[in-house]
């Protein structure tokens, strides 16, 4: 029997746990009155559209459009098996990947690819290595993009849960370098 998957888990269930306590690092809740991005408000702050059957979904939600989840974990969890899973299947670079989460026809495209090659330091069209590193400030990326200004609201534990969450996954695991 693997013990790196229970090992996994209960990693990914105490910084889950971790991120619902009260956290320093964590901004103070919007001011009353204010509304937050839809993506925060929908712990899904890749505002992934609704579809797909994701772990931790809320059923039914209420957005007709995005899917909401229970926990922000679980949102950063969906948004790091989508790139993944994007990599994956030949979207390896940083315009293949922005053309197909974000097309042309919803968003300014053009414009998040060069938000995210400013975040991520990578050219465009330049094939990037599955790591843990470029994931981590591909999901950042989006995250800034979809939610700014409110993105920050997605803590680093939430970060580490969704991943650790998403390698619970032995594709997605198996799939991701640690370099």
Known sequence: MKLWPWL???AAVIITRMSKEKDASKPA???PGKKVARGIRNNNPGNIRIGINWL???VPGKD????EFKSMPLGVR?????LINKHKTGFNTIQKVIYKYAPPSENKTEAYIASVVQDMKIPATQVFAPTVKNFNAFAKSIVKHETYPDNLMVTPNDYAAGLALARMRPDINEYIKNA
């Not at 969906?78 to 989508?82: E, F, P, S, T």
């Open 8 to 10: 996994t888990l209960a």
């Open 29 to 31: 809740a919007p001011a």
């Open 56 to 58: 931790g979904r809320v």
């Open 64 to 67: 007709v459009s995005f899917v």
């Open 78 to 82: 969906a948004l790091y098996i989508d």
